[in-house]
């Protein structure tokens, strides 16, 4: 995939450590790989109250989602929140009621992966980043 997602997970991998690490990615390394694109969650695995779900970072700071049961086909639930970076970190506020708000450790790793670390009652979370929107979120 040739992008500016690309370029920008390029210059992020420069400070990391190949293959996941415990280098954890600064906030605003975080922001300039999703902001003006589309991430997909990729769970590990599916279980009670996990969601499949996708969202746009608009550079504005607003967040546009939807989200359906864990590998169900059918209705997407759509939904609003902001991202900011706050104290070094990559922080989201989505105001739903099973998934947390607040501001996460990221890392990347060489093959592209973005991912979310230590989200309470979630664990870590895989990230496929698509350019742009997409979906029209």
């Known amino acids: 995939m040739k992008s500016i997602y690309a ?8 400070f990391a ?21 589309t991430i997909e969650g990729q769970y590990r695995e599916c279980g009670a109250a ?29 939904y609003t929140g902001s991202w900011s970076v706050n104290d070094g970190k990559f922080c989201v506020q989505l105001g739903l009621s099973d998934r947390e708000d607040g501001c996460f450790d990221y890392e990347a790793d060489s093959e592209g992966t973005l991912r979310r670390l230590n989200e309470p009652g979630v664990g870590n979370t895989n990230f496929k980043i698509y350019d742009g929107n997409p979906e029209n979120l």
């Open 7 to 14: 370029m920008a997970l390029g210059a992020a991998m420069i």
């Open 17 to 37: 450590a190949p293959a996941f690490a415990e280098v954890y990615l600064p906030g605003h390394e975080v922001a300039n790989i999703v902001v003006g694109n």
């Open 50 to 78: 996990r969601k499949d779900f996708m969202e746009f970072y608009a550079p504005d700071g607003k967040i546009q989602g939807k989200e359906r049961a864990c590998n169900q086909a059918g209705n997407w639930s759509k």
